[in-house]
């Protein structure tokens, strides 16, 4: 099986990913869209990682699934606090940080 | 047989993360994407990284997409807002995505005849002498003697932990020390009233 397969694969998820975050104003599917980009990365990772044998890209994968994880929890609970004050999850109407 | 459940595998996770992206509901859209993290895994299953695809379903399909539809119905969105017409800022970011598949796409390409296949060393342990099939399923006996010089096979649980513990020790911690801030903030930001 060759290896530009599971790198295209990825490549598409990604555009995915990225297509999510450009297109939609929910943001819980943008959150999504980060965590499929994240995803795609991991399985590039890993394909790599077994192509040269070499178990460190494994291991970066386990450490970018713990910042995943982290990232989804703190992310998830801003989503909670600004949905408390504001009554939305439209991305277009959340403008925290503008004062 | 290995290439056959790459596309099927392949298939299910561009499916489930288009129907991410074209779904309305965001309960939908959630569920969608538990099917794009559990075809991933299947795909780590099939690059025999057996270690990376269980903890992608304990950890993406099961504790992160379970804690994203808990917030989802927290929140308990009533109106599912209509997919909008087509504006100017959405074309952009459609020419922008498909942009990057291009620039992604590319990358690969020119880089196709480097990249080595990905199951090329599959070590098979013989009672006293060692195999190593090959890319196109050729098989090199090695002696026993001989058998310390074939690398250890990289996808072992075995390997990964003591790489985790030896080497990587440091960043471990490191990780341990985030993922308590991280549960932290999340509590306090939960509990702040932004104003």
């Known amino acids: 099986m060759d290896l530009t397969w599971y790198l295209s694969l990825s490549a598409v998820l990604f555009t995915i990913g990225v297509l999510g975050v450009l297109l939609r104003r929910n943001v819980i599917v943008v959150f999504l ?15 790599f990682s077994q192509a ?3 178990v460190d890209g494994q291991i970066l994968v386990f450490f ?5 994880a982290a990232e989804a929890a703190v992310g998830l609970a801003i989503v909670i606090a600004m949905f408390r004050n504001k009554l939305t999850i439209n991305v277009d109407e959340l403008r925290l940080f503008r004062g | 047989m290995e290439t056959f459940l790459f596309f099927v595998f392949a298939v299910f996770a561009v499916a489930g993360s288009l129907g991410m992206l074209i779904s309305r509901s965001p309960v939908a859209s959630a569920l969608w994407m ?13 690059l025999n990284a057996t270690f990376i695809g269980v903890v992608q379903v304990l950890v993406y399909a099961g ?3 379970v804690l994203f539809l808990f917030v989802i119905m927290l929140l308990n969105l009533e109106q599912t807002p209509r997919l909008s017409a087509f504006t100017w800022q959405r074309a ?8 990057v598949l291009a620039l992604l796409l590319t990358a ?25 099939v090959g890319p196109e399923g050729e098989v090199a006996v090695i002696e026993e003697d001989e058998a310390a010089v074939v690398p250890l096979d990289p996808t072992s649980v075995e390997q990964i932990g ?13 990780v341990g020390a985030l993922l308590l801030a991280a549960t932290i903030g999340a509590v306090l930001l939960a509990k702040k009233r932004f104003t």
């Open chain 1, 33 to 47: 869209s980060i965590e499929l980009m994240l995803n795609a990365v991991n399985l590039t990772l890993v394909a």
């Open chain 1, 52 to 54: 040269f044998g070499d």
């Open chain 1, 64 to 68: 970018v699934m713990s910042v995943a």
């Open chain 2, 34 to 46: 538990v099917q794009t993290m559990l075809a991933i895994a299947c795909l780590y299953l099939t």
């Open chain 2, 63 to 65: 504790a992160i997409m």
């Open chain 2, 92 to 99: 952009a970011a459609f020419v922008g995505g498909v942009a």
């Open chain 2, 108 to 132: 690969v390409a020119e880089q196709t005849d480097v990249f080595p296949s990905p199951t090329a060393v599959a070590v098979v342990e013989a009672s006293d002498e060692v195999a190593v």
């Open chain 2, 162 to 174: 003591v790489a985790l513990l030896t080497r990587h020790a440091f960043t471990l911690e490191i």
